[in-house]
């Protein structure tokens, strides 16, 4: 469904507003709205000043590691090439951000708001975490520059995501398990709300994805694009032409959000964005909001969600707790209407497969969440020709993942 006519770019959201055409916004309370207001001139500021980004390069090179390799993925690309008709098979590389320091891509954008939240004088950082990959980037920065570190995470993701719930405590932050709703991302989202209106004086709210209200959404994905940068300039570098489509997951849709964006007026750039299909979008047990949901308002911003006839929230599922999420940031919402972005969804058992094969093929093993790109990659790489360059963004890796796929597979292996 089209419900504006195509822009001259695809570039220029959000609006003085906060909105990319009808989504997103700022839906907060009152007691929040001074706080948003001097968060949102606090970034624009940085952006505008080039010793913030300087002071970032540094980081991002000798902290971090960046750049991530663009890495070809040689028997992933022969295996499906195998499995394609004549002269079909795309080359498949991996956009490489599971290298990065503390293991995916979220920590791209923690150091950007941590060093805003230093500029703004703030030594309590609050976050929210799924799969726990935020809470550890947000811990290991509070770390690194002394800040006090309290990170909200749902007690289901707290027993499957062990190994991160270790490591965020071993940095010192403090874990509060969420123990309302389904025990989730979402829950834990609405818990850190809480905390912010109620600690508005020192607390800064550290959002780990493209959602939340104005200017969260605009400032994660600013964040993030330097994995999309990389990619065009790797890509011009390696093969002398831009990629012909990206593929990443999407919980919030950050690390997609970070990929596209820099290339989203190559419009011969075809991108793919990979939601969570759980047990099968028509089961009703999965978190693919833009596939199987609807427009309405959370955490803030207007986007596509999840809900039951009355409006209320639906429960999310996926096997991966970083895609279980009810909604999806508005960016990409917009960018669904327009039909920029193809959305595909991937089911908790398409993502095992590709996790198991992931590591078999290429040494690689993969986070469960970047697994349900790879699952769809494995449908669209047979059918392009052989000479089509396709990146998937490896956005984390699968250690945190472990303890939980041994237990499904058990003695599959
Ligand atoms: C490794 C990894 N990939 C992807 C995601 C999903 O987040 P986003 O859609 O914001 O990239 C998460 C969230 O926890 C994650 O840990």
Redesign the pocket.
């Known amino acids: 469904m089209t419900i504006a006519p195509t822009p001259n770019s695809f570039r220029t959201g959000p609006d003085e507003r906060g909105r990319f055409g009808i989504f997103g916004g700022r839906f907060v309370a009152e007691t929040l709205m001074p706080l948003i207001l001097d968060l949102e001139t606090a970034y624009a500021e940085a952006k505008a000043d080039p010793s913030f980004q300087a002071e970032m390069d540094g980081y991002l090179t000798h902290y971090v590691g960046r750049p991530s390799p663009l890495y070809f993925a040689e028997r992933l690309t022969t295996y499906l090439r195998e499995r394609s008709a004549p002269g079909h098979g795309a080359k498949v590389y991996f956009k490489r951000d599971e290298l990065n320091h503390t293991g ?3 920590v791209n954008n923690v150091l950007g708001q941590i060093m805003l939240a230093r500029r703004m004088g703030k030594p309590r950082i609050i976050a929210e975490t ?2 726990g ?2 809470g550890v980037a947000t811990a290991t920065l509070c770390a690194r520059f002394g800040l006090k570190c309290v990170v909200y995470m749902g007690a289901v993701d707290v027993a499957r995501q062990a190994p991160n719930v270790f490591r965020m405590k071993m940095l010192g932050a403090e874990v509060i398990p969420v123990q309302s709703g389904t025990k989730t991302l979402k829950d834990a989202m609405n818990e850190a709300l809480r905390d912010w209106v109620t600690n508005v004086s020192d607390t800064f709210y550290c959002i ?3 959602a939340g209200p104005h200017p969260y959404p605009g400032m994660v994905r600013d964040f993030q694009s330097i994995i999309g940068r990389e990619t065009r300039e790797q890509m011009l570098a390696v093969e002398g032409r831009l990629p012909d489509s990206l593929v990443a ?8 959000m970070g990929l596209f964006h820099p290339l989203l007026d190559d419009r011969e750039v075809e991108m793919y964005g990979v939601e969570a299909a759980g047990h099968g979008v028509s089961s009703g047990l999965h978190a693919a909001s833009l596939t199987g949901g609807r427009p309405g308002v959370l955490h803030g911003n207007r986007t596509y969600l999840l809900q039951d006839a009355d409006g209320q929230i639906a429960d999310a599922h996926s096997i991966s ?3 279980d999420y009810p909604g999806i940031g508005p960016e990409h919402a917009w960018l669904h209407e327009l039909g920029r972005v193809t959305y595909l969804s991937a089911t908790d058992q398409e993502a095992l497969e590709a996790f198991k094969l992931c590591s078999m093929l290429e040494g690689i093993i993969p ?1 469960l ?2 697994a349900h790109a790879l699952a769809k990659v494995m449908e669209i790489a047979p059918t392009k020709p052989s000479d089509h360059l396709l990146v998937v963004n490896l ?2 890796r699968g250690d945190k993942d472990i303890p939980q796929v041994a237990e499904i597979l058990g003695t599959q292996l």
């Open positions: 995916s891509h979220k799924g799969a990959q935020h780990g994805t493209v997951c999407i919980g919030g849709g950050s690390n997609a707790a970083g895609l986070a969440e970047p956005c984390g």
